[in-house]
C-alpha cells in the first residue's frame, strides 16, 4: 500500500531487524518502528504495535527467525521452544500467529541449515500472507455490484496483514475496477480501529466511506442503506464459527434480521482444523482501561489520555467475540468462495491452491 | 436522588428561574446551572445541559411557564407562541418536550390568570414525571428476580427525568428491596451517556456494575449474562414502535435472537398517539464530531478535547433509532406493565391512572 508516495508492508524483516509500522500511533502520526530481538517483537505485538490476524502471523514468523539468529548456533533449540513459548503467549485469539509459529518450527527442524530455514519460511509466509490478501481481493470483488455500500467492522484492511487486507481487499479491487463503492466504518471501540485505521486506510486509498457508532447497524440496514457487510476473521473453527472483533457477532445477527449478506473475509490459514468449534477459542480480555480511557491528539496536536467514563466505574473488554457458521452467508479466501460448513472447509484445506503459495 | 448527602431532582424552577445539574460535566463535576430567562432555558435544552426524555419535558415545560413570566401582562399570546415554537424546535424527537408544551399551554388559555396557570402546570407536569417515574419502578421491579443480571443502554436514569428514571426505577426499586442485582452498562457511543451518566448513578446508588462496549451484548447474551434488558423511550408510537438512543433497536434484534426479554420502561406522556408507526418518528442527526472528537479530564483534572478518527474523516450521527414494536416484550408504564400493541396503548391512555396525577 502506498504511504506518502512509498510502497509499504505493514511488517517486514532485514537484516535481523523486524520493522514495523506503529499501529497505535495511527492514524496521527505515521512511523515505523525497528525492533532488534524477538523479545522486542514479542512486545509489539502485545502492545499492539502490531495487529491484525495476518500482520501478527507475519510478525510471530519473523520473530522466530530472530529467536533462531539469537540462539546459540551449536545447540539453537532450547532456545527457540522457549522463545517460541513466549511468542505464543503474546495474544491468544489469532490463529495466524499459531500457524506462523509452527510453519517456520516445522521448516527449520527439517532442514539441514535451521537458522537459513527459518528465515526463509518467515519471508515466505509474509509473502504468501500478501499474496492470499491480493486473491481475496480478487474472489471478494465478484460479489460486488457496480454500486454498492458495505459496512465493516474493526480493521481488516492492509494494516491488519500484511498488504491489500482481507475484509477491504474486495473494495478495493471493487474500487480499482471502476466500481462506485461506499464503506461505513464501524468505530469499533474500544480501541476504535474502524475509526482510525480503516478511516485512514480508506482515506489514504481515496475510497468514499463515513464513520458511524457501531451500534447504529440496525437503523443503516433497517433503511436498506447497507448492500452487504465484510468482515475480518482471528480463527475460524473446523466447523466455520469465526472468531473476530467484539461486535462481529452482533453484526451478523442484526444482517441476517435484515437478510443482509454477511461475509467473513479471510485466509485459509486463519482456519484452525483442530478446534472443533467457536466453543473452543480462547477470547483474549484485554484491560478495562481501553474502555474507560481514550487517547488521541487535542487541537494543538499533542498526544493527550482522557478519562471518558464514571471515575470509580469498571468495564469488562473482551477483544473477540464468536459468530456461528449459520449466521455467515459465506467466507471469502485466497482459494475461492465458500459456505462456512465443516465438509467445505475441509475440502478446501485439502484443495490445491488457485495459484502457487511460494 | 441523593448526591453528596442532598436531596437533588434533575431540573427544578424557583423564582423565575430555571435550576438544572449541568450533565455534560457529570460525572466528572457535579454543577447546578440557573437559566434566567426561557431562551437560556432553550440552549440548555439543545446543547444537552439537560438531556433525556422527561428531563427535557420537565425543561420544556418550565422554559413556557418562564416565557409566560417575560411576556406583556397585557396580551401574553404573541410572545408566548413564538417562545413555545422556538423551545419546540431544541430537540425533535423526545415526545415529552412537545407533551409538555401542550398541558403548559392547555393550561393557561384555559385560565383566568395564565402566568399563574402555566408556572401550576409546568410544576404539575414536573412532580407527575418524578412520581411516574417512581411507579414504573414499582411495576417494573416485579419483572426482576431476587438475583438478576440486567442490562441497559444509554442514561434512562434519574438524570434523565426530573427523580428515579424510568430503565433504571425498576433497578432502584429492586436493589431497595434486598435483591441482588448487577448491571451491564452500554457505554452508549457517541456521547457515552452510559459510561458517563449510568455508571455515576448506579456507583451513587451503591449498585454492581460494570461497562461494556456497545457491540458487546451479543458476547454476553451468548454466554447467558443477561437475563433481562431494559431501555427507556423518547418516543412511542401509537403502534408501539419506540425512538430511543441510537443502539437500541439493535439491542432489542440481538436480545430476541438470544431470547432475553427486552422492556421499554416509560411514562404514558411519552407515547404520540398522533404518530401511526415508527416510520413516522423525526430522527434527530447530531454533529459528526459527538463521533470524531471526545471530551474528559487527562490525569491532571484538565478537561480535553481530542480525536479519536481519522484526521479527515466523516461521520454519521443519527441520535435515536426506532424499535418496532414486534421486538419489544412488554412496556413498562406508571399504570402498569403492557405489551405494545395498538389496542392495548390505547386502552392505557385512556384507563383512569393508578394513582392521582395532580
Not at 163 to 170: F, H
Amino acid at each position: 500500500m502506498r504511504v506518502h508516495g512509498k510502497d509499504y508492508r505493514t511488517v517486514w524483516m532485514k537484516g535481523g531487524r523486524v520493522y514495523l509500522i506503529e499501529q497505535n500511533r495511527l492514524p496521527f502520526e505515521f512511523r515505523v518502528v525497528a525492533s532488534r530481538d524477538y523479545r522486542q517483537t514479542c512486545d509489539a505485538i502485545r502492545t499492539m504495535v502490531v495487529r491484525g490476524a495476518g500482520a501478527i502471523g507475519a510478525a510471530a514468523g519473523f520473530a522466530l527467525a530472530q529467536a533462531f539468529l539469537e540462539a546459540p548456533a551449536r545447540n539453537p533449540w532450547p532456545f527457540v521452544k522457549r522463545a517460541r513459548t513466549d511468542i505464543a503467549k503474546t495474544r491468544p485469539t489469532a490463529q495466524n500467529l499459531f500457524y506462523a509459529l509452527q510453519r517456520v518450527f516445522d521448516a527449520a527442524q527439517a532442514a539441514h541449515n535451521p537458522r537459513t530455514a527459518a528465515l526463509r519460511e518467515a519471508q515466505a509466509l509474509a509473502d504468501e500472507d500478501a499474496a492470499c490478501s491480493r486473491s481475496i481481493g480478487q474472489h471478494g470483488t465478484a460479489l460486488i455490484a457496480r454500486r454498492c455500500t458495505i459496512a465493516t467492522i474493526c480493521n481488516a484492511g492492509w494494516l491488519a496483514f500484511v498488504d491489500y487486507g482481507t475484509a477491504l481487499a474486495p473494495i478495493y479491487a471493487a474500487a480499482a475496477a471502476g466500481k462506485k463503492v461506499f464503506v461505513y466504518v464501524h468505530e469499533t471501540r474500544p480501541r476504535c480501529q474502524g475509526a482510525r485505521l480503516t478511516a485512514w486506510e480508506l482515506g489514504n486509498a481515496g475510497i468514499a466511506h463515513t464513520i458511524v457508532p457501531d451500534h447504529a447497524t440496525a437503523h443503516l440496514m433497517a433503511q436498506g442503506k447497507i448492500d452487504l457487510f465484510i468482515a475480518g476473521a482471528d480463527r475460524i473453527a473446523a466447523n466455520g464459527d469465526t472468531a473476530n472483533k467484539i461486535g462481529t457477532c452482533e453484526k451478523a445477527i442484526v444482517a441476517r434480521h435484515y437478510k443482509v449478506p454477511f461475509y467473513i473475509a479471510a485466509p485459509t490459514a486463519t482456519i484452525d482444523p483442530d478446534c472443533a468449534s467457536g466453543a473452543h477459542i480462547p477470547i483474549e480480555e484485554r484491560s478495562a482501561n481501553e474502555v474507560l480511557f481514550q487517547s488521541g491528539p487535542d487541537s494543538a496536536g499533542r498526544h493527550r489520555t482522557i478519562r471518558t467514563a464514571a471515575p470509580g466505574a469498571s468495564a469488562y473488554n473482551p477483544a473477540f467475540d464468536v459468530t456461528p457458521a449459520r449466521l455467515i452467508t459465506a467466507l471469502i479466501t485466497e482459494r475461492g468462495v465458500v459456505r462456512p460448513t465443516r465438509a467445505a472447509l475441509q475440502r478446501l484445506l485439502h484443495s490445491t491452491p488457485a495459484r502457487a503459495k511460494r
